[in-house]
Nanobody, 112 residues
Framework: QVQLVESGGGLVQAGGSLRLSCAAS????????MAWFRQAPGKEREFVAR?????YYADSVKGRFTISRDNAKNTVYLRMSSLKPEDTAVYYC????????WGQGTQVTVSS
């Protein structure tokens, strides 16, 4: 059974930066196309970024967020810069197809 653990969220002012981490037990993440998703209050969970052979981003974060992976640490990262209040959400990682059970997510709050 795969367990996903997201971390690195917090409260940051607009324009600031954060780096989120996604660790997994039970699977080798490098063999999967991995993605970050987010869910803001009252909204559906949405795609943010994906990494496989290359990277792909939602238009809303393109140029500000960077997804990467460290295969030695079996971890996927999301570097977020130039944060905006509308980036406030709980951030989750999963395969690009949302194959596994969701982790608890990590809260990102951007103040104006």
């Amino acid at each position: 059974q795969v367990q996903l653990v997201e971390s690195g969220g917090g409260l940051v002012q607009a324009g600031g930066s954060l780096r989120l981490s996604c660790a997994a037990s039970g699977r080798t993440l490098s063999t999967y196309a991995m993605a970050w998703f987010r869910q803001a209050p009252g909204k559906e969970r949405e795609f943010v970024a994906r990494i496989s052979w290359g990277t792909y981003y939602a238009d809303s974060v393109k140029g500000r967020f960077t997804i990467s992976r460290d295969n030695a640490k079996n971890t996927v990262y999301l570097r977020m810069s130039s944060l905006k209040p509308e980036d406030t959400a709980v951030y989750y990682c999963n395969t690009q197809d949302r194959t596994w059970a969701w982790g608890q997510g990590t809260q990102v709050t951007v103040s104006s």
